[in-house]
């Protein structure tokens, strides 16, 4: 038999790391944001994916292609996501491109030059001279195997090519999101252990404290069963400072400087001068060091308070789609086993 209780405890405490996760991301992405990272971390993954051979550079080109450029200039940065479909019509209309025949011609009376285009009977016989232009390099070798595939398609061999090269686009998004994902475990671990010491987030002491309120315990289980009944995928979850805001002030963690201080400060005067000063932050940093190094196994306390810190950071480098899913695994085993 599944203890209750234990069961409760997990739920609890993995929702709680769920929601710093999230408040921690979404710290990573406002940053990420304003500095553009993913923006240029995607051009440099797709200048490695497209290569350059003889001065075609397939990545330049690409972003100067008035549809890709215009949702660059729509928010004045690059952009941070290409649609898959988008990708690959705006790459094949790239490749058709290399194919075509131009002419120039000056009128004589006004010596204006009129540029002319080969008109296009066929796209897909476009596409084949097009490809045929191309240097040699890793990316052609693809699009000639992507031609030779829609060849044997019975119709739209245009369309068969295209969705080659969104099949091969995505497959390769998902190597390089599983790389950015890696790359931000660092600046996860970082942050996080900022917001822990910033905002006192304890680790062992929050433990503690869910394994022992059962109250409190029970009030953030129900509103982890709450948000696993309205959230499916962790893509839906809308994070903001409301969203954070209204789950801090529902749940009443026994987080934050204040409330510690107040809880464990034996000394009236002290817990007066703190309550005085709870809005300086140098006060509160003061009051921080007068209740550590008061006692006298003060280095104890310090090295478990700082290993409180460490552990909050560690899980939360995790990232929030790992937490998402332990969370709805550990509620369906609740339901599974029939604990109400």
């Known amino acids: 038999m599944i203890d209750l209780h234990i069961i409760e405890f997990a739920i609890a405490l993995i929702f709680i790391v769920l929601l710093l996760s999230l408040f921690v991301s979404w710290l990573i992405d406002w940053y990420a944001s304003r500095t553009n990272r993913k923006g240029r971390f995607l ?14 550079n397939w990545t330049a080109r690409l972003y100067r292609h008035p549809l890709i450029e215009s949702l660059s200039i729509k928010y004045n940065r690059i952009t941070s996501y290409i649609a898959p479909r988008l990708f690959a019509e705006v790459l094949t209309d790239l490749i058709i491109e290399e194919g075509k025949a131009y002419s120039f011609t000056q009128d004589k009376k006004t010596g204006k030059i009129k540029y002319h285009e080969k008109e296009s009977t066929d796209m897909f016989s476009d596409l084949k001279t097009g490809i045929d232009s191309l240097p040699e390099s890793d990316a052609t070798r693809n699009f000639k195997l992507y031609f030779e595939i829609a060849k044997e398609a019975t119709e739209e061999k245009t369309e068969s090519f295209i969705s ?35 905002f006192n987030i304890d680790f062992i002491k ?12 029970k009030s953030i289980v129900t509103l982890a069963e709450e948000f696993d009944n309205k ?27 204040n409330a510690e201080l107040k809880k464990e400060l034996k000394n009236p005067k002290l817990i007066r001068e703190f309550e005085e000063n709870s809005g300086n932050f140098f006060s509160v940093i003061k009051q921080v060091f007068i209740y ?8 104890w306390t310090l090295l478990l308070k700082l290993l409180g810190f460490f552990i909050t950071a560690l899980v939360v480098s995790f990232g929030a789609p790992f937490w998402f899913q332990a969370l709805h695994k550990i509620i369906n085993i609740k339901k599974t086993v029939g604990v109400k």
Do not use: C, D
């Open 164 to 198: 080659s090269i969104e099949s091969w686009y995505n497959e390769y998004m998902l190597r390089v999101n599983h790389t950015y994902k890696r790359l931000l475990r660092k600046p996860l671990l970082i942050t996080g252990l900022v917001i822990a010491i910033l």
């Open 231 to 257: 959230y499916s995928n962790i893509e839906e979850v809308e994070v903001s400072k409301e969203f954070f805001k209204e789950y801090k002030e529902s749940i009443g963690l026994p987080i934050g400087w």
């Open 206 to 217: 929050l433990s503690s404290e869910l394994w022992t309120n059962t109250h409190l315990q």
């Open 43 to 56: 051009k440099r993954m797709l200048t490695i994916m497209l290569g350059e051979s003889n001065g075609l």
């Open 292 to 299: 550590l190094f008061s006692g006298t196994n003060w280095v």
